[in-house]
């Protein structure tokens, strides 16, 4: 599967965007998707992720209640909603597959398939 991530760009604080992640050559919906997140100098971070096993859904405290992770089957597309963003949260934001499971994964290297990136600048 292939993935192109698309969406980002520049939005102040506490506002914003939705990340689209298009997927090509297989369903999206035989994979559990996961977004990530990678500022500068800094590890990438877990922010997201479904599984189609239940339609599930999974984020860490630091996102829980602001970001939205959802499907659109018919577009072969996943979608990141993200609100009230904070200026620590500037990176450039990746999508990523792996095969269907009944477990979560939060970890980037147990993701197989990844998007190329799009960048979110949230300014004070």
């Known amino acids: 599967v292939q993935l192109q991530a698309s969406g980002g760009g520049l939005v102040q604080a506490g506002g914003s965007l939705r990340l689209s992640c298009a997927a090509s050559?297989?369903?999206?919906?035989?994979?559990?998707v996961g977004w990530f997140r990678q500022a500068p100098g800094k590890a990438r971070e877990f922010v997201a992720a479904?599984?189609?096993?239940?339609?599930?859904?999974n984020y860490p405290d630091s996102v829980k209640g602001r970001f939205t992770c959802s499907a659109d089957v018919a577009k072969n597309t996943v979608y990141l909603q993200m609100f009230s963003l904070k200026p620590e949260e500037t990176a450039v934001y990746y999508c990523a597959a792996r095969p269907r499971s009944s477990t979560w994964y939060s970890i980037s290297d147990e993701y197989h398939y990844w998007g190329q990136g799009t960048l979110v600048t949230v300014s004070s």
């Open positions: 050559g297989r369903t999206i919906s035989t994979y559990d």
């Open positions: 479904i599984r189609w096993s239940g339609g599930l859904t």
